[in-house]
């Protein structure tokens, strides 16, 4: 009879400790209305919802590295649909989910601001676009007027490199 009680009884401790570990993060999965990426699926699931940046530190970008738009310039005026060509020096682009020396990825951020803060997990919405999958270019579908982009690169698991790794430009859509 003893043996029968220990069976169910050590089942629920498995599940008990099975479970003490999570704390409630997700995973989310890319996926935004805004955009269409011509290079790759924007299918990156290794984008937690990461509200603590503590793990591990940020790693250090060399003083020379910066991002930038290969095919666009602030004040220029573009038909919409239009592609979005980005570009970085000073590091390689990589996909998310490992934390990589020297490299990262890239995120667009569009009429939110300059850049994120420095070793802050950028957001994920129609407003945060992120390429995961190290693309360097999208295809972007904006309303009529004037928009501001902010292209910014991140460590392997989207904590910002901050103002040093972001460029911004406001563009007019016909």
Not at 15 to 20: D, E
Not at 21 to 49: C, L, P, R, V
Not at 147 to 156: S, T
Request: glycine letters at 8%; proline letters at 4%.
């Amino acid at each position: 009879m003893k043996k029968l009680l220990c069976v169910p009884l050590l089942f629920v401790m498995g599940l008990i400790s099975c479970n003490s570990g999570n704390s409630g993060e997700s995973t989310a999965t890319d996926s935004t209305a805004m955009q269409k990426d011509t290079t790759k699926s924007m299918a990156d699931t290794s984008h937690a919802a990461m509200q603590s940046p503590a793990a591990e530190t940020l790693p250090a970008i060399p003083a020379n590295a910066s991002v930038f738009f290969k095919n666009l310039k602030d004040g220029e005026k573009v038909s919409s649909p239009f592609k979005v060509e980005m570009g970085v020096t000073g590091l390689s682009v990589d996909s998310a989910g490992t934390i990589r020396p020297n490299s990262g990825h890239f995120h667009l951020i569009i009429d939110d601001g300059d850049s994120t803060a420095t070793g802050v997990v950028i957001k994920k919405d129609s407003t945060h676009l992120h390429f995961g999958n190290a693309q360097k270019e999208t295809m972007l579908k904006l309303t009529p007027g004037q928009h501001k982009l902010a292209l910014q690169f991140a460590d392997g698991i989207h904590r910002s490199y901050g103002a040093q790794l972001s460029k911004a430009i406001t563009i007019s859509v016909k």
